[in-house]
């Protein structure tokens, strides 16, 4: 199998977390990005061919580091995000860090031509017909959504397949033990998205099964 080296940000649970295993288990070569690698939380003992990036998406000095630590990716995931922070911090981690770290991995030229770009985003980011605030969580994702809406050509124009990707709702710590979706069907569901990609999915809206989801 060819080795397509793929980066996650934000690995160190959750739906993060087994993106990782199954990358690995095909035997792809991952970067995955914790908050300190010496507390790699669900990654610790992962075997496979795994390198462990320090990175906070708010600190511009590590984001520099880690465009500098890996080039020839075929894949970047960002999958970083928070939903219990003051609303500051939320947007700043959810909706500002994701364009500014992608920004970062293009200009350093770290992807490949015809790389895929995945941004976690959320249905709850999609306006629709509402009107008025989608509360803190859901105010930030649809600022992330328009942001990468007027990225989009741009960074199609500069090589990545770039989209944004609603994971649906899973059960992990931010999707709590009701939620209908194992992080293993999420993150297979993930995985055969970008897989299957195609130019003429650029620049657009999925859920992790494969529907375009609406703005």
């Not at 700043?92 to 500014?100: C, L």
């Not at 989009?152 to 990707?165: E, F």
Request: glycine share 10%; charged share 25%; aromatic share 4%.
């Amino acid at each position: 199998m060819p080795n397509n080296p793929v980066l996650v940000i934000g690995a160190s649970r959750g739906i993060g977390a087994e993106l990782v295993r199954q990358y690995l288990a095909d035997g792809q070569m991952v970067h995955a990005t914790v908050r300190d690698p010496a507390e790699p939380g669900e990654l610790a003992g992962l075997d496979g061919d795994l390198v462990l990036h320090r990175l906070d998406v708010r600190d511009p000095d590590e984001i520099t580091e880690l465009a500098q630590s890996v080039d020839d990716l075929a894949v970047i995931i960002h999958n970083a995000g928070i939903n219990r922070a003051p609303r500051a911090e939320i947007m700043e981690v959810n909706a500002v860090a994701p364009i500014r770290v992608i920004e970062a991995m293009l200009a350093a030229g770290t992807l490949r031509p015809e790389g895929v770009i995945a941004i976690m985003t959320s249905q709850m980011g999609a306006r629709r017909d509402r009107t008025g605030s989608l509360g803190d969580y859901g105010d930030s994702k649809e600022a992330l959504n328009l942001e990468f809406r007027n990225r989009a050509d741009d960074w199609r124009g500069r090589g990545a397949l770039a989209i944004v990707v609603h994971p649906g709702w899973v059960r992990t710590d931010m999707g709590g033990s009701s939620a209908p979706l194992s992080v293993e069907e999420s993150a297979t569901g993930v995985r055969d998205l970008i897989a299957n990609l195609t130019p003429e999915q650029h620049g657009r809206f999925w859920t992790w099964d494969g529907r375009e989801h609406p703005w």
